[in-house]
C-alpha cells in the first residue's frame, strides 16, 4: 500500500471507530449522536472510494476510450464531460483533459479556471499524426495514440493521473475536516467533532511525505 493509500485506510478506520460510537441507542431512537454516525460512515466512504477522474475532451478526442483504459489499468472511476457542454456541478478528485486538436477559447477557460484538485492534459489520438511533425498545441504534452497497457504515451498518462491520485486522500482528509466542523453543530455535536478534528489532523501531519515535506 501506498504512503496516501495507508493515509486513507487509517483516517477511514479511525473515522468508523468513532461513527461505530455512535450508534442508535436503544428502542430504535434516532439521537443527534445517531445522526452524527450516519455522517462520519458517509465521509469514510467517500475516503475508500477510488479517485473520481472527470476526462474532458472535445468531439473526437477519445476521451470514451481513453477513459475506459485508465478504468482498466488504474484503480480509478472516470466520468466522462464533452468539452463543450457546461460544468457538472459535481467536483472530481482529478480532471484529466484530452486535446486531439488546438485547444479552443472555451477549453482553455475550462482549464485555468480556479481549483484545488489536481488538473492533467493530455495529446490524444496521436497515432494520426504518423509521418507529420508534433504539432505545436502538443508540444510538451504527453501524446496518446494507442489506449493499451505498453504504448508509450498511454503509460505515461497513467503514470501522470497516478502521480494526481497520490494527492487524493489529503485532499479528502482535508474536506472531511470542513465537513465535520461545518455539519457537527446541526446536529449537536461539538465535542465529539473537535475530539475527532484534531485526531485527523494529527494523523496527517504526521504521515510521512508531510513530514517529508516540512523537513
Same mark, same amino acid.
Given at each position: 500500500?501506498?504512503?496516501?493509500?495507508? &493515509?486513507? =485506510?487509517?483516517a477511514? %478506520?479511525?473515522? #468508523?471507530?468513532?461513527?461505530?460510537? !455512535?450508534?442508535a $441507542?436503544? *428502542?430504535?431512537?434516532?439521537?443527534?449522536?445517531?445522526?452524527?454516525?450516519?455522517?462520519?460512515?458517509?465521509?469514510?466512504?467517500?475516503?475508500?472510494?477510488?479517485?473520481r477522474?472527470?476526462?474532458?475532451?472535445?468531439?473526437?478526442?477519445?476521451?470514451?476510450?481513453?477513459?475506459?483504459?485508465?478504468?482498466?489499468?488504474?484503480?480509478?472511476?472516470?466520468?466522462?464531460?464533452?468539452?463543450?457542454?457546461?460544468?457538472?456541478?459535481t467536483?472530481?478528485?482529478?480532471? &484529466?483533459? =484530452?486535446?486531439?486538436? %488546438?485547444?479552443? #477559447?472555451?477549453?482553455?477557460?475550462? !482549464?485555468?479556471? $480556479?481549483? *484545488?484538485?489536481?488538473?492533467?492534459?493530455?495529446?490524444?489520438?496521436?497515432?494520426?499524426?504518423?509521418?507529420?511533425?508534433?504539432?505545436?498545441?502538443?508540444?510538451?504534452?504527453?501524446?496518446?495514440?494507442?489506449?493499451?497497457?505498453?504504448?508509450?504515451?498511454?503509460?505515461?498518462?497513467c503514470?501522470?493521473?497516478?502521480e494526481?491520485?497520490?494527492?487524493?486522500p489529503?485532499?479528502?482528509?482535508?474536506?472531511?475536516?470542513?465537513?465535520?466542523?461545518?455539519?457537527?453543530?446541526?446536529?449537536?455535536?461539538?465535542?465529539?467533532?473537535?475530539?475527532?478534528?484534531?485526531e !485527523?489532523?494529527?494523523?496527517?501531519?504526521?504521515?510521512?511525505?508531510?513530514?517529508?515535506?516540512?523537513?
Amino acid at each position: 500500500m501506498t504512503e496516501t493509500g495507508a &493515509l486513507a =485506510a487509517a483516517a477511514s %478506520a479511525l473515522i #468508523r471507530r468513532h461513527a461505530a460510537a !455512535l450508534g442508535a $441507542p436503544p *428502542r430504535g431512537a434516532i439521537s443527534a449522536d445517531a445522526r452524527y454516525g450516519r455522517l462520519l460512515a458517509e465521509i469514510a466512504s467517500g475516503l475508500e472510494a477510488p479517485p473520481r477522474v472527470r476526462v474532458v475532451g472535445g468531439p473526437g478526442a477519445g476521451r470514451g476510450r481513453l477513459a475506459a483504459a485508465l478504468e482498466t489499468a488504474l484503480d480509478v472511476r472516470c466520468e466522462v464531460v464533452d468539452a463543450n457542454r457546461t460544468l457538472p456541478a459535481t467536483v472530481p478528485d482529478i480532471e &484529466l483533459f =484530452a486535446w486531439c486538436t %488546438a485547444p479552443c #477559447r472555451h477549453e482553455l477557460q475550462w !482549464l485555468r479556471r $480556479p481549483r *484545488r484538485h489536481p488538473a492533467v492534459v493530455v495529446a490524444t489520438r496521436a497515432d494520426t499524426w504518423a509521418g507529420e511533425e508534433r504539432p505545436a498545441w502538443a508540444e510538451g504534452l504527453v501524446a496518446v495514440g494507442e489506449c493499451a497497457p505498453g504504448s508509450t504515451g498511454f503509460d505515461q498518462a497513467c503514470s501522470l493521473v497516478d502521480e494526481a491520485a497520490a494527492e487524493v486522500p489529503a485532499l479528502r482528509l482535508a474536506v472531511a475536516t470542513l465537513r465535520l466542523d461545518r455539519d457537527c453543530d446541526g446536529l449537536g455535536a461539538r465535542d465529539v467533532a473537535e475530539a475527532l478534528s484534531a485526531e !485527523l489532523s494529527t494523523l496527517a501531519h504526521n504521515a510521512p511525505f508531510a513530514r517529508q515535506g516540512a523537513s
